[in-house]
């Protein structure tokens, strides 16, 4: 029976609602070593068991670089390469250039198939054909906000309403002016409604930025601080005031909200449950969840179930490990609508190939949550092809107006 979903799966064409890829102009322009294998994530893995954090995001320049990384990351990679993140590594190893993982023998072997493939054409069939997918949500700005094919997102709250950041933002509009909060929080709406002409369909917020309710006094007084050069105190009104505005806006233009949960760093700053004050004061606007809220799917799945403006998605979920999604997904189909539900999003930054093995983790997950419940005799095989239709194709495009 899995067999047979993975096969029905594989025929479905798909909406990939969360990317980061470079354009083609900015990838083509990248020198490209083992080490983009292993970015974003399996790098954190790394970092975990002994990697410096300096080589973290900073990519080798040229194959001496790649040499010195490799000498450092081989230790270390017999401790990760089991785990999830090192999986999707292996298989683009594995599924595109026949190798079965890094070693001493490969690591330069597969920075150079990966420079053979950096061509035009190359990238897009891996993206429209072998992933079959026909639209993409990518998050990496304005670059691609008229591309009908990567659809624009902004990371306006993200970028305008963390503490450190607020500083740095009112130098680069103008240095000599005194700015209030009201000021600073209708440029910020600026950005977003300039965003949406050129063609952004959601708004990029982070639950880390949620932890509090709004308050305009805390938020007036945080502004005030950071005005006055004191950005790297620990400010937390000012980027839920923001995000607040932000997320009011996000319904009165119809863009989808949508908001990062889990995994990250101090997790207990990303908890979904931070989110449900915000869900029921913004019932005009569309939230999608991120992530399945990680480690808190359970959690997740009621903002879901019990707010008919919240969506939930699968998004990097199967990456991070297949069998926590799989459990959690199993659960959310025992209390959220399937309506509400978003299959796929690889969150990856660089190679497509990477999105392809994303992709296959997750429909593995797919695949083993309906064949359980078909054995189960709780769903049927008809209704587990139609939701499999709609949590990948049917429902992003509804959710986001495609």
Known sequence: ?????????????IIDAHEHLQTWENHKKRFFSFFDLLVPYAQFDLWSAGMPAEMLWNSPSNNEEARKYWEI?????????????????RRVLQEFYGIDDLNDGTWEKAG????????????????KEKCRIDCILNQIGRSSFDDPFMRGAIGIPLEYAEPGAVKNVLDRI???????????????????????KEGAVLVKLGAVIMTVSPDRKAAEQDFKEI???????RHKHIGVWISDKVLALAGELGMVAAVHTGVWGDIRNQSPLHLFEFAESHPETVFDIYHM?????????????????????????????????????????????????????????????????????????????????????????????NILQSWLYDNPTRIYNL
């Not at 103008?174 to 949406?196: G, I, K, M, N, S």
Request: glycine letters at 4%; aromatic letters at 10%.
């Open 1 to 13: 029976m899995k067999s047979q979903l993975l096969s029905e799966i594989r025929e479905m064409r």
């Open 73 to 89: 990351i081989r230790p270390l990679w017999p401790a990760v390469n089991q785990g999830a993140y090192a999986r999707i590594a």
């Open 112 to 127: 150079e198939l990966l420079t053979r493939d950096n061509t035009k054409s190359q990238y897009y069939k891996t993206l």
């Open 174 to 196: 103008d240095p000599e002016r005194h700015f209030t909060l009201d000021d600073y929080t209708d440029y910020v709406c600026r950005q977003v409604r300039e965003a949406h």
């Open 227 to 233: 005005a006055a050069g004191k950005p790297d105190k």
């Open 293 to 385: 809220g990680f480690p808190w799917a359970r959690e997740c799945a009621f903002l879901g179930k019990n707010y008919p403006n919240v969506n939930l998605n699968l998004t990097w979920a199967p990456t991070v490990s297949p069998r926590l999604a799989a459990e959690s997904l199993d659960i959310w189909m025992d209390l959220v609508p399937s309506s509400k539900i978003i299959g796929f999003g690889g969150d990856m930054a660089f190679l497509p190939q990477m999105v392809w093995a994303a992709q296959e983790a997750t429909e593995e997950v797919l695949a083993a949550v309906m064949t359980r419940r078909i054995s189960r005799g709780v769903t049927s095989s008809k209704q587990a092809s």
